[in-house]
């Protein structure tokens, strides 16, 4: 019986409001400053020239302004560097959603080839030269420096990540938005944009196909739903990507094809809404997404 | 040795019972253990199912309303994920038995993975399909200026099949051959709207059958099912399992049952034995505090009874001459008669103040009594003796009547005082019930004789145990022939005779050593007076006393040579029946060459038949009949036929009493051969050589 009616009352209430305002992910302190320095750290690669923190410029939308990141000898990477901001919230991370949770996404740069071309025992091994990190992870964990626990640092570092905005002051009755701010989710709503993009992260909860009413030409082969599941259906499909931040994360898509917001926002009511925005709307938009970009927590500015 | 052996099987099974119970409590926890992990088991399996049919209803939901949460859709799944993980971590799957399960749970992580893939792409594809809808539905608002009707109404009747399709889930309903062609006059927003129309149009025709693929392979996913069938399965092996554990639990259990059932036998046959024990200790206890024959209560059990009681008094009965009712009718016969009597007491004595009847001695019956007056006593010792007096006894057809005699006594010592006075009832015969007083002096006498025992034990303890020598003369040559010996006791310089100990001392052992003494003294006094005769005095019942004529002969055997001098007077010989006893007495006697004489002959009622039958050689004339001669003529005439009896029979005559001359010279008339007496010498603790008086 209670079952049911928490289900009626969530059916209510999330029937009623699609985006959810963010919260805080519980996280250790000590082990998020630890996975800081990591993040930042260069010498997580290979040839020392790349860190976490090379693709996914927290200070700046947590993503990588360039098309495609370069990472180890300066190898450029397949796909555009989603951001790490708020990432903790995506129900799947990578485009195409291979990597369960961040612990998983966090192992995939590190050891890809072409990014910072690392083993897990060479992470170790790098780790190990800090006297000043040895010292940190014996207090922190059991087992001292493991690869498993320099991922678990950086990931308590990203679960930190939190951006809240003023559309979230918003959601919470904190605060108005402006005319043209109102408008502008109006029309996110009318137009359906929020059938993908809606949940936590506006986004990051389900996959979508890029081009249902008309094909998205990119160059170049991505890594889609298809290389995972082999299913036609899954052909261009992504996950739907936050758009928390958006105002910092071009260039936009899988493919960084779109280099600015509006030329974006342009491309989905072409693609996918199977709607030609007006000059008007994209305006109202873009007003309307700008509210999302949020203020990263003291952790980053520490 | 029995008993060593039980306790070893005692100990063992006690040990035995302990492992039982701890493997009993270790196969109950490993039961215990196992049904916890099949909980845990079960649990995330539910969770599975759970989240499946929430699944639905989430589906459902976004399905219906233009307004969706993914994360919420999104949620379910990454928790009916989580389940499959914790199903796979549970502990009960790493037991051997239960890694059959594994492939229908790899089947269950393929499904719920498919659901996965397929819900998101509903997800997808639903989305999509709402926009256009909506888009679709705004169709009256964008064209309602349209003056083409035929196009308006065109419109409406594809949305219109849309919408059904959409509610009834049923592509049939969409129009698919739709004519939509733009005609010049339509303004620009006419012509932009259809444009687009078209599009999502299209778009719904070519992407709904595939999504309607996809939500019926949704709502035909197979994940509650499997998870049905992991469960009946898994149920199976842990049925299975219970079983096995139940088995091993039953049958420490029945071990278990089994040890304790010992041990209560165990104990059954302890008790058992215990009140056997007490039942033997009850019967002994019986045995030794009742008499045998009545089962009346016997001395001891009254020496037990009478200290509980505050005034106690007895009366203390006696069967008179009951020897003789043995002697006549045999000792059968006398038992029925106790049995009757002991039986007749218990019913006549219905007093209240009556604590028990006990059989005391043989033919002796005591009536214990607390607080009761003498009187009261007395009444009923009465009536106890007119009843049983009065009784005829029938035993083996012989009627027989007894009498009894009854003591009465509540002075200390109970029994001790009461038995003084059946004696002295017996001694005094002249009434059958006495009370017990004091002034009686019974209990006086009773401390005289123990204390006559006493100065007899001592007296041979100290060798005060001496003879005297009383001469005895030959009347025809003047001369000391020989002497009569004569106990005495020496005490402290005063000379006891014996007739203040003797009679005492009869009843007691120490009279055979008070004769044996006498013996020994007399062969000793013949060695150093070889010149004279001695004679001792012995009675009949000393005759008839074997151990002690045996010490007699063997001293005389051992002194051959004086036994020759040492004579034999007999005393009491009356009440004699066994003549030939006597008769081999006095031949072994002479055999020594000793001489016999009958002593006090001519008082009481001597028996001339011994003399027919025995060869007496001497007869010593009673002192009675001697010391009256003189005056009595009556005696003197006695003295006569006694001396002719004696001459004629060729006996020696010797006159005892012998205390003036004056006798002595009727004696020498009559031709007397030895003369003893005052006269002559009292007896002295020394043989008298010579004698100071003429005759």
Same mark, same amino acid.
């Given at each position: 019986m209670r079952f049911f009616i928490f289900m009626f009352l969530s059916v209510m209430l999330f029937g009623i409001e699609p985006i959810t305002p963010l919260h805080k992910v519980p996280y250790n302190e000590e082990k998020a400053l630890l996975g800081k320095q990591l993040f930042f750290d260069v010498s997580l690669s290979r040839d020392n020239s790349v860190g976490c923190v090379s693709c996914h410029d927290i200070y700046n939308g947590g993503a990588d302004p360039r098309v495609v990141s370069v990472g180890y000898g300066g190898r450029k990477g397949n796909i555009q560097s989603p951001t790490v901001l708020n990432a903790v919230f995506n129900f799947r991370q990578f485009w195409n959603g291979r990597a369960k949770d961040l612990y998983e996404q966090a192992q995939g740069p590190l050891l890809n080839p072409v990014e910072h071309n690392m083993t897990p025992e060479l992470v170790v091994l790098r780790v190990r030269e800090n006297k000043e990190y040895i010292k940190k992870f014996v207090q922190l964990y059991r087992d001292g420096v493991t690869f498993e626990n320099v991922i678990d640092a950086i990931v308590e570092f990203e679960k930190t990540l939190v951006t809240p905005s003023k559309f979230d002051a918003y959601l919470q009755g904190k605060t108005t938005l402006t005319k043209d701010e109102f408008k502008g989710y109006q029309l996110f709503k009318q137009l359906g944009c929020i059938s993908c993009h809606n949940?936590?992260?506006?986004?990051?909860?389900?996959?979508?196909?890029?081009?249902?009413?008309?094909?998205?030409?990119?160059?170049?082969?991505? &890594?889609?739903?298809?290389?995972? =599941?082999?299913? &036609?259906?899954?052909?261009? $499909?992504?996950?739907? &990507? =936050?758009?928390?931040?958006?105002?910092?994360?071009? &260039?936009?898509?899988?493919?960084?094809?779109?280099? =600015?917001?509006?030329?974006?926002?342009? $491309?989905?009511?072409?693609?996918?809404?199977g709607v030609e925005l007006s000059d008007e709307q994209l305006d109202l938009l873009e007003v309307f997404l700008k509210t999302l970009t949020g203020k990263l927590p003291k952790i980053a500015y520490e | 040795m029995n008993k060593l052996r039980t306790n070893v099987i005692f100990v063992t099974v006690v040990v035995i019972g302990f492992i039982a119970l701890a493997s009993f409590y270790f196969f109950y926890n490993q039961q215990k253990r196992v049904s916890q992990e099949s909980k845990e088991f079960l649990v995330a399996l539910n969770k599975i199912k759970t989240e499946e049919s929430y699944l639905e209803l989430v589906i459902l939901k976004n399905y219906i309303y233009a307004y969706n949460n993914n994360d919420e859709i999104t949620g379910i799944l990454q928790d009916m994920q989580k389940g499959y993980s914790e199903l796979l971590s549970t502990k009960i799957l790493q037991r051997n038995r239960y890694k059959v399960l594994q492939t229908r749970i790899k089947t269950l992580s393929k499904e719920i993975e498919n659901l996965f893939l397929n819900t998101q792409r509903w997800i997808m594809l639903n989305a999509a399909m709402k926009n256009s809808l909506i888009f679709l539905a705004s169709y009256d608002n964008e064209l309602h200026g349209?003056?083409?009707?035929?196009?308006?109404f065109k419109v409406s009747k594809i949305v219109t099949s849309i919408i059904y399709a959409k509610r009834m889930s049923d592509f049939s309903y969409i129009q698919k051959n739709f004519d939509i062609k733009i005609k010049k006059d339509y303004t620009k927003e006419e012509k932009f709207f259809i444009k687009t129309f078209k599009k999502h149009v299209r778009f719904i025709i070519r992407v709904y059958p595939e999504f309607m693929q996809i939500d019926n392979a949704i709502r035909?996913?197979?994940?509650?099912?499997? *998870?049905?069938?992991?469960?009946?399965? #898994? @149920?199976?092996?842990?049925?299975?399992?219970?079983?096995?554990? %139940?088995?091993?639990?039953?049958?420490? #259990?029945?071990?278990?049952?089994?040890?304790? *059932?010992?041990?209560?036998?165990?104990?059954?046959?302890?008790?058992?034995?215990?009140?056997?024990? *007490?039942?033997?200790? @009850?019967?002994?206890?019986?045995?030794?505090?009742?008499? +045998?024959? @009545?089962?009346?209560? /016997?001395?001891?059990?009254?020496?037990? %009874?009478?200290? /509980?009681?505050?005034?106690?008094?007895?009366?203390?009965?006696?069967?008179?001459?009951?020897?003789?009712? /043995?002697?006549?009718?045999?000792?059968e016969v006398g038992d029925a008669i106790l049995k009757d009597v002991a039986r007749l007491l218990a019913i006549v004595c219905e007093d209240t103040h009556l604590e028990s009847v006990y059989r005391i001695g +043989?033919?002796?019956?005591?009536?214990?009594?607390?607080?009761?007056?003498?009187?009261?006593?007395?009444a009923l010792a009465y009536k106890l003796l007119t009843m049983i007096n009065s009784q005829h006894f029938m035993i083996n057809n012989n009627e027989i009547n007894i009498s009894i005699t009854a003591a009465i006594n509540d002075t200390q010592p109970l029994l001790e005082n009461a038995d003084l006075v059946l004696k002295y009832i017996k001694k005094v015969r002249n009434r059958n019930i006495v009370t017990y007083d004091d002034s009686l002096g019974l209990q006086k006498k009773a401390q005289e004789n123990i204390e006559t025992i006493n100065l007899v034990k001592k007296a041979l303890k100290n060798d005060d145990v001496v003879i005297f020598f009383q001469p005895i003369m030959n009347l025809y040559t003047k001369t000391i022939e020989k002497f009569e010996v004569l106990v005495r006791i020496i005490d402290e310089g005063e000379v006891i005779p014996p007739l203040k100990f003797l009679d005492v001392a009869q009843k007691t052992s120490l009279y055979q050593q008070i004769t044996k003494t006498v013996i020994e003294k007399t062969i000793q006094a013949a060695i150093t007076y070889p010149q004279y005769r001695f004679s001792i005095n012995l009675a009949m019942t000393d005759i008839l006393n074997e151990p002690l004529m045996d010490e007699l002969f063997g001293l005389f055997e051992q002194n051959i040579a004086v036994a020759g001098k040492i004579d034999i007077e007999l005393l009491e010989t009356e009440g004699i029946e066994d003549m030939k006893l006597i008769k081999d007495f006095i031949d072994r006697i002479h055999s020594f060459g000793s001489l016999v004489l009958v002593d006090d002959f001519g008082s009481g009622y001597s028996n001339f038949a011994y003399f027919a039958e025995m060869e007496i050689d001497i007869i010593k004339i009673d002192g009675s009949i001697i010391n009256e001669i003189v005056t009595n003529k009556r005696k003197r005439h006695m003295l006569e036929s006694i001396v002719k009896f004696a001459k004629g029979m060729h006996l020696k005559i010797v006159a005892e009493f012998v205390d003036d001359i004056e006798i002595v010279k009727i004696l020498q008339e009559l031709d007397i051969d030895y003369i003893q007496g005052y006269l002559i010498s009292p007896p002295r603790p020394k043989p008298l050589e010579k004698v100071a008086i003429e005759i």
């Open positions: 949940g936590i992260n506006i986004g990051g909860n389900s996959f979508a196909k890029i081009g249902f009413f008309q094909n998205y030409h990119s160059k170049g082969k991505y &890594p889609d739903r298809y290389a995972i =599941t082999k299913n &036609p259906i899954d052909k261009n $499909v992504y996950k739907v &990507p =936050t758009l928390r931040n958006v105002e910092l994360t071009a &260039p936009y898509f899988h493919n960084g094809g779109a280099k =600015t917001l509006k030329e974006a926002i342009k $491309v989905m009511g072409d693609c996918n809404l | 349209l003056k083409d009707k035929e196009l308006y035909k996913n197979k994940v509650s099912q499997i *998870v049905d069938k992991i469960k009946e399965h #898994f @149920t199976l092996l842990y049925i299975d399992d219970s079983d096995i554990l %139940d088995m091993f639990v039953g049958i420490l #259990f029945l071990v278990f049952i089994t040890i304790y *059932v010992y041990l209560i036998v165990i104990l059954i046959r302890y008790v058992k034995e215990h009140k056997k024990l *007490v039942e033997t200790t @009850t019967s002994l206890k019986h045995s030794l505090l009742h008499d +045998g024959l @009545t089962d009346i209560k /016997n001395r001891i059990a009254f020496d037990e %009874d009478k200290k /509980n009681l505050e005034k106690p008094s007895i009366i203390l009965l006696n069967i008179d001459r009951f020897k003789d009712i /043995n002697d006549v009718y045999g000792s +043989g033919d002796e019956f005591c009536l214990l009594f607390n607080d009761i007056s003498l009187n009261e006593l007395n």
